[in-house]
């Protein structure tokens, strides 16, 4: 694996994948903590599998502590921290009903899981960068490869070409992308889409509706990139 600048090796966490049956990669919460219950049982999960969130579990949706709380509790879940978490941590943004623990627990969040020949970050790898050289900002908010284009294409998951295979949310999907060495799970569970699960093993996919609009969001921002399912490798 292509290492990452010291400073983002210290928020990289290594997963053994040997220590689970089944492995989850799942998109964005944003505090949809019905959805998220309704998704664990729809997976029938136990406590021998792992679940993985691409991060932004909070902010938007009715119940981020309830999030919080659940994904903070299980010792069968872990997340990487989103620009939603970062944004609570610079002070940018406010939750009146996290603690002071619950924040020093989204400040020791990894910014970069991984599994064999996988990557788990929020927003996805600049393809014209150097590892070494990403920023918390770069795996956090990576999307167009447009200056100053955030929603313009060619996106990064278009040009980016391994070697790993990056999970991803942050993007707003019409439907899930999987491409050989890019899938974006962030279907947009907060603005009515669907709360959406990849297994790791298998390539599954499993998805649940909404309960709700929770809040409403601009179709100029929610993606529907023309790309094939591919075969996992």
Known sequence: MTPFSEAIEADHRRVNVANWDQIYIVGDPHGCLTELD???ATLDLTDNDLVVFVGDIVRKGPDSK???DR?????????????NEEKLLRGDKQLDELTDDDLEWIASLPVVIS?????????????????ADHTVDDLQNTRSMVPGGSYDPPY???EYAGPERVFFGHTVL???VVREHAVGLDTGCVYGG????????????????AAETAIDRS????????VSVVPTP
């Not at 064999?116 to 014209?128: A, C, E, F, K, S």
């Not at 699960?197 to 998805?207: K, P, S, V």
């Open 219 to 226: 179709e100029e921002k929610i993606l529907d990139p023309k």
């Open 194 to 209: 669907e709360l959406t699960a990849y297994n790791w093993r298998t390539g599954e996919l499993t998805a649940v509706p």
């Open 156 to 158: 990064w998951f278009e």
């Open 174 to 176: 019409e439907k899930p």
């Open 71 to 83: 994904v903070r509790n299980a010792p069968n879940m872990l997340t990487v921290r989103g620009n």
């Open 115 to 131: 599994l064999p020949n996988t990557l788990v970050v929020h927003g996805g790898i600049d393809p014209r960068k150097p590892r």
């Open 38 to 40: 309704e998704l664990c």
């Open 66 to 68: 309830g999030v919080v």
